[in-house]
């Protein structure tokens, strides 16, 4: 099948504005959007610059938005695009070049949520034990790959880039809940600010661009109960 690439180009050392870049290319109806992306590096223009990695949807990489969806270009299968495949780069991010964007304010947030396990006291048999029900309380959380898909999804970001964003809460939902953590008190204090949770307007649309199918907006929910309500023993 043959396919028009509609990608947006920005190189900040030569265009003073973005502009939209058509290129066709031969692909498999199994192919994936970063097949094509790929086709169109290295065999007609090898000044495409993008991100990706593992190409199997598990280092996040290669998020981008593709029709106008936040997806990752490694999962996205060519005969689900139609005839037209428009490929940009994630919105509000800082952009670099083409398809990259500084992930830096979006790393600096993760960082602020403290994104690990935090307890000062020595278990008494050498290893922290934890049943199955209490590792299901986070188990969906697990599953971020901080690919910042649900974050430039959603329009309190857009339109306030202060806003700390669903992945951030997502990852501090993660070690919040988890009963061998004990620093949920300093996440929760993070979050319990005008530009923390409260500033999720339940859109849903990181729900619906998370590629782990991670239930973003009920993770949140439960961050702004347990900061309403206390946590549960």
Not at 187 to 216: H, K, M, S, Y
Request: hydrophobic content about 40%.
């Amino acid at each position: 099948m043959r396919i028009q690439m509609r990608i947006r180009r920005f190189n900040p050392e030569a265009d003073s504005k973005p502009w939209w870049g058509e290129y066709w290319v031969d692909v498999e109806e199994s192919d994936r959007v970063l097949d094509a992306l790929h086709q169109v590096k290295w065999y007609q223009d090898g000044t495409l610059t993008l991100r990706r990695s593992c190409a199997h949807g598990i280092c996040g990489s290669d998020a981008m938005v593709i029709n106008g969806r936040n997806a990752l270009a490694c999962k996205v299968l060519m005969q689900d695009v139609g005839d037209v495949c428009q490929v940009e780069p994630l919105r509000s991010m800082p952009l670099i070049k083409d398809l990259v964007v500084d992930m830096e304010p979006f790393f600096a947030k993760y960082r602020a949520v403290l994104p690990y396990l935090i307890n000062d006291d020595l278990p008494a048999e050498g290893e922290r034990y934890q049943s199955q029900e209490d590792r299901a309380r986070y188990d969906d959380t697990t599953k971020c790959i901080l690919c910042a898909a649900c974050t430039t999804s959603c329009p309190s970001f857009w339109a306030n880039e202060d806003y700390i964003g669903p992945a951030a809460i997502v990852q501090a939902h993660r070690f919040i809940f988890d009963n061998r953590d004990a620093a949920a008190d300093l996440r929760l204090r993070v979050l319990n600010d005008v530009d923390g949770v409260w500033r999720c307007r339940t859109v849903f649309n990181c729900v619906q661009a998370c590629p782990r199918e991670i239930d973003v907006t009920r993770a949140i929910g439960e961050v702004k109960l347990a900061l309403m309500n206390g946590l549960e023993d």
